[in-house]
Nanobody, 119 residues
Framework: QVQLVESGGGLVQAGGSLRLSCTAS??????????MAWYRQAPGKQRELVAR???????NYADSVKGRFTIWRDNTKNTVFLQMNSLKPEDTAVYYC???????????WGQGTQVTVSS
């Protein structure tokens, strides 16, 4: 079994910052994790990609967060982070950790952590 444990969500005013983290544990090794990512979903909206990072450390971002968010990973701890700066009310959503492994035909998902940005 593989578990993704997320933390760092909360309530913040516009212009503030939060840092999310997600740690993969269980029957998984860093050698099988090809990609880690963050998605988000607001009520009534489709789930959307926020940022991705590959084992090579190559990254990409949604246009809406580029320049404000930064994704990185600590391969020794199977952990991915998302630093969110200059937060806007439009960033309010449930944020989900996602892991793609070469040992599974399906991605792994965390339970989600709520991020609320007040105006």
């Amino acid at each position: 079994q593989v578990q993704l444990v997320e933390s760092g969500g909360g309530l913040v005013q516009a212009g503030g910052s939060l840092r999310l983290s997600c740690t993969a544990s269980g029957s998984i090794s860093i050698f099988s994790i090809n990609r880690m990512a963050w998605y988000r979903q607001a009520p009534g909206k489709q789930r959307e990609l926020v940022a991705r990072i590959w084992r090579s450390s190559f990254t990409n971002y949604a246009d809406s967060v580029k320049g404000r968010f930064t994704i990185w990973r600590d391969n020794t701890k199977n952990t991915v982070f998302l630093q969110m700066n200059s937060l806007k009310p439009e960033d309010t959503a449930v944020y989900y950790c996602n892991v793609a492994s070469s040992l599974s035909p399906e991605d792994y998902w965390g339970q989600g952590t709520q991020v609320t940005v007040s105006s």
